[in-house]
């Protein structure tokens, strides 16, 4: 065997020593730039064609990709778990070995799930539930009744499936990469750091850049995706408590004024909040949107259909992990047949959705829940990053929506949740539990709750982008930066939006997430092998920690 060495603790990455771009990498922030501003000029100035060329490719990979989308997330389980049941891999230090955790457990997991879910909780944890109880690959396939008791569980299997441990590997995966190289290699807290052991000092050079932009891309397209979910809500919450009905078009959905009127207010805060820095604007949203949070799932809890809920949280809980297996593996594939379409159409619309929406959100998500969990062990930081985030996502769809099919099935709601649009079930919801007095300012709180989370999601994503611009360099980054990747970021959402609405952001967030998810599949085999060499300096007196103990720590 060749003579161990100490692992590789410096990744230069050459940024600009002066001028408008001063300590960012040119190479990966004008490119970036240039191609998310291309996709926005394109997109306003030929709409027909951008949504023709957009709709092409989603169909492309939609057929040729779709299985990979699912190996791939069934990998990110399969890798978090191997990490976690592996003796010498889980008791490896995020940091120096001697570090203690920066943070509490509780406020640990408070913004592990604020960071990952925050904005979705408010439409999906309605919406998906009522949509999987009338329609899912179980009904399809005969075994269950649309819209009846015996397919209750199956709503929430499927349900689960796309908010439970698969999402959370794929951050857990990012994250766990980037914390593992910079604190314990000392390298620079981007992408391509992760990339390392497979590829060296090359990833100085362009190489390393291309996977920098594409993390870009990536992030910025995910981002896009939540706002655009959150634009619809938005406008609907609006036109619930009277003040923004002429925002909306005669289907019920945003119209063009109601998505200009609606970037312009949550890009605006959001960029403001991103120039005070995540000490000032983005810790006290943080603050705001927990409190409220609290209050507004403790009230689904005590007033909602309670044993109904309570039903969907442990019966459904046990019915996805029995069934996890089977759904981590399963394709399906067109055969000709009406049933065999249905499905590869259900399986495309949902599930290959939500795992390309992941990925394009990883570099996001991981970067954060690095940041946030230096001094945690490996077995820590897999286990508390796939499993308490995820069960705190089921309570939300437990509750939220058994309240709702609860109140389908007896009559109380008389279709109005189910005929609602997606954005506007909850605030239907809670409209007939409450009255319309109540109704409307539980409806003005959903809309305070849904625009900070939104702010606070943009915000954050400006921040991260603009870290991965300057090589890994988290310190403050010059004012113009922050407010053209607010603006771009909010153009992104508008411009698609108005070509092609909510699929036109589907469609190209599935296509930005693809190159990505390459990218993620390198660092699951760039991890484990650095665990694995990192286990044999150490059986031979090598170091593997290159990093010093933090000040603070030594003291």
């Known amino acids: 065997m060749a003579k161990l060495e ?14 408008f771009y001063h300590g960012f990498s040119l190479d990966v922030t004008v490119t970036s730039k240039l191609a998310v501003g291309g996709l926005v000029l394109w997109a306003v100035a030929f709409p027909g064609q951008a949504a023709a060329v957009l709709g092409g490719l989603n169909k492309f990979i939609l057929a040729n990709f779709a299985a990979w989308y699912v190996y791939v997330m069934a990998l990110f389980v399969i890798a978090c778990i191997a990490l976690a049941l592996w003796p010498a891999a889980g008791r490896l230090k995020l940091g120096h070995d001697d570090e203690t955790p920066e943070f509490d457990n509780f406020s640990w997991f408070s913004m592990m799930f604020g960071a990952g879910i925050g904005v979705g909780m408010l439409t999906w944890a309605v919406a998906e539930p009522i949509y999987h109880f009338q329609n899912n690959p179980d009904v399809i396939q005969g075994f269950a009744t649309a819209g009846e008791m015996d397919n209750f569980l199956n709503a929430y299997k499927w349900s ?29 807290l981007t992408i391509r750091s992760s990339l390392t052991p497979l590829f060296g000092t090359r990833l100085s050079g362009p190489l390393g850049h291309l996977v920098d ?18 634009v619809e809500q938005f406008v609907a919450g ?36 991103a120039l005070s820095g995540v000490g000032k604007g ?59 379409a249905a499905l590869e159409g259900w399986q495309g619309g949902w599930t290959v959705f939500y ?6 959100f990883a570099p996001f998500v991981g970067l954060f829940l690095a940041r946030i969990s230096r001094g945690r062990t490996i077995r820590e930081f897999v286990l508390g990053a796939m499993i308490v985030p995820s069960l705190m996502c089921f ?6 929506g058994g309240t709702a099919i609860d109140m389908e099935l007896n009559g109380g709601a008389a279709g109005a949740i189910f005929g609602a649009t997606d954005g506007a079930k909850i605030f239907t919801m809670t409209g007939l539990m409450l009255g319309d ?83 993620m599949v390198l660092m699951c085999a760039g991890l484990f092998k650095a665990i694995y060499r990192d286990g044999l300096r150490a059986r031979h007196g090598v170091p593997s920690v290159t990093v010093e103990l933090p000040a603070e720590a030594a003291e």
């Open 238 to 273: 609006m036109s619930k408590i009277g003040i923004g009905g002429w925002l909306l078009n005669e289907e019920g959905n945003a119209s063009t004024m109601g998505i200009i009127v609606a970037i312009v207010v949550i890009m605006g805060a959001s960029t403001l909040s």
């Open 355 to 360: 795992w390309a929406w992941w990925v394009a």
């Open 6 to 19: 100490p692992p590789l603790s410096d990744l230069p990455i050459k940024t600009a020593e002066g001028g």
């Open 395 to 400: 309570v939300w769809f437990s509750f939220g």
């Open 160 to 188: 689960y499936l796309h908010w439970g441990f698969s999402a959370w590997s794929s951050y857990a995966i990012a994250g766990l990469s980037l914390a593992y190289f910079t604190y314990r290699r000392g390298l620079p």
């Open 437 to 519: 007095v109540l109704g409307w300012a539980m409806a003005v709180l959903i809309v305070i709750l849904l625009m900070t989370y939104l702010v606070t999601s943009a915000d954050s994503a400006v921040l991260i982008v603009n870290t991965i611009n300057a090589a890994g360099d988290e310190g403050p980054k010059a004012r113009p930066h922050i407010i053209f990747w607010g603006v771009v970021l909010g153009l992104v959402v508008a411009a698609l939006l108005l070509v092609g609405g909510l699929t036109a952001i589907q469609t190209a967030m599935v296509i930005g997430a693809l190159p990505f998810s390459v990218v």
């Open 213 to 230: 932009i594409v993390a870009v891309i990536a992030t910025i397209l995910g981002v896009a995706q939540t706002l655009g979910f959150g």
């Open 282 to 340: 983005i810790k006290w949203l943080s603050n705001l949107n927990m409190a409220l949070s609290i209050f507004l799932l403790g009230f689904l809890i005590l007033f909602g259909a309670t044993w109904f809920g309570m039903q969907a949280l442990f019966l459904g809980t046990l019915n996805y992990i029995a069934s996890l297996p089977a759904m981590l593996f399963t394709v399906y594939r067109g055969d000709g047949t009406e049933m065999g």
